[in-house]
């Protein structure tokens, strides 16, 4: 299944890859992909920390793409270095189950802010025109990234597993605070397809990524 190239905000920063001698970059912005999306799904995502797992649901969500930059750079064989720059911010209703040492503990809920924050982000590419549309193909991608949320269960989980430990040896809840402050994203895998729509590109922004194609061969 393709996925929306919105979602290439979910792939990892990854070490550039070594351009082709004499490539040349090349540097867009997409202005018509920025705005707000809403409902971008809602599978359950568990967040483990020693003897506490975090099993969250999101009944609702919005993420606001403000801003983005897109840099291509060929490196031969129909490959590219991408290099996504976008700033972003969001929100949404958290269902939270907690599992202590994988028994139930309880439902927390919370409206959880996404602040506004930027990433840069860098793939390894193919890109290919596809009638109308364009298809972008993932080569390398890493597993997950971070992004950073501000909610009140972080610090209610905490005091929930410093209440557990107290009974339970060698347990701890280290780190607990800052995975719910800083809770991983998955990304898209290796051979995941994402589709830039022709709709979602001015006409100056298909003719020069266009060209690009074809001088990059």
Not at 10 to 15: C, E, R, Y
Not at 16 to 45: I, S
Not at 76 to 86: D, K, L, N, P, T
């Amino acid at each position: 299944m393709r996925t929306p190239l919105v979602l290439l905000v979910a792939v990892a920063l990854l070490p550039p890859p070594v351009a082709a001698a004499g490539a040349e970059t090349t540097t867009f912005v997409l202005a018509r992909l920025n705005g707000t999306y809403t409902d971008l799904g809602g599978e359950p995502r568990d967040i483990k920390n020693g003897p506490v797992t975090v099993r969250s649901t999101s009944s609702s969500n919005s993420f606001e793409l403000i801003g983005n930059r897109l840099e291509l750079t060929p490196l031969g064989e129909q490959r590219h270095e991408a290099e996504f720059w976008v700033r972003f911010t969001g929100s949404a209703d958290v269902q939270a189950e907690i599992l202590m040492a994988g028994f139930s503990a309880g439902t927390l809920q919370d409206h959880v802010v996404v602040p506004d924050q930027e990433r840069t982000i860098q793939a390894l590419v193919k890109v290919k025109r596809q009638g109308e549309n364009y298809l972008i193909t993932m080569i390398e991608s890493p597993k997950d990234f971070s992004i950073t949320v501000q909610s009140r269960l972080a610090g209610q989980i905490v005091g929930m597993c410093e209440t557990f430990t107290r009974f339970t040896f060698g347990s701890s809840c280290d780190g607990l605070e800052a995975a719910l402050s800083n809770p991983k994203v998955p990304m898209p895998e290796p051979g995941k397809e994402l589709l830039l729509e022709g709709s979602q590109l001015t006409p100056e922004e298909r003719a020069r990524l266009d060209a690009y194609l074809a001088a990059s061969g």
